[in-house]
């Protein structure tokens, strides 16, 4: 499987992304340590091959840099997907984190949208601003060229909210990438 690597860098930020779309996870690094968490989760339970090394000005918050790693991550993996053939375009996963429950669908054609429902029951983990995650969720959805949706369903507490919702992007990214013998997964015949 090749490795795509992408690089970013704003007044604000410079990231840089490796990315396999099948592999082990790699060295993951913002300076955000909770996006730190969610991304080793993606990587681990979707069986990729990520490396994310990011600097930001966290001075000021960690907005920039949160959004700038879904942008860069979202153009590593358009890259990776290339022509999209071969795959089963679509991946639904519905995960839960012990009293917390969240959803996610994806559709892989080039078809850029992302929808996100739900609340979490407190603005912050640590130093974590919650309102980010649906930020970085957009900026990885525009930036791969790709449907998402994503819900939490229910939940108690918001570790738990985040990290079932990390753990079902993974479970329905890996659905969607699973290989089929046929051509594109559409009666245009390109996805």
């Not at 795509?4 to 410079?14: C, D, I, N, Q, S």
């Not at 639904?92 to 992302?114: G, H, K, N, W, Y």
């Not at 918001?158 to 479970?171: G, I, N, Q, R, V």
Request: glycine letters at 10%.
């Amino acid at each position: 499987m090749e490795t795509v690597e992408r690089t970013r860098k704003t007044r604000e930020t410079t990231i840089r992304v490796r990315l396999a779309l099948s592999g082990k996870p790699g060295r993951i690094s913002t300076g955000v340590g909770f996006l730190d968490h969610m991304l080793e989760l993606f990587s681990y339970h979707g069986g990729l091959g990520l490396s994310v090394e990011a600097k930001g000005d966290l001075h000021v918050d960690a907005h920039h840099t949160v959004e700038d790693v879904g942008i860069t991550l979202g153009e590593a993996l358009s890259e990776a997907l290339g022509e999209r053939k071969g795959i089963l375009r679509y991946g639904e996963a519905t995960i839960p984190m012990e009293e917390s429950l969240a959803q996610v669908v994806v559709d892989l054609a080039r078809r850029p949208f992302f929808r996100f429902e739900g609340r979490f029951p407190v603005e912050r983990v640590g130093f974590f601003d919650l309102e980010l995650i649906p930020e970085f969720l957009k900026a990885l959805a525009m930036n791969g060229v790709f449907t998402l949706h994503a819900r939490l369903l229910y939940g108690e507490n918001a570790h738990h909210m985040a990290e079932a919702l990390f753990k079902a992007l993974a479970y329905a990214l890996r659905r969607a990438l699973l290989a089929t013998e046929d051509g594109p997964r559409s009666t245009k015949g390109l996805l």
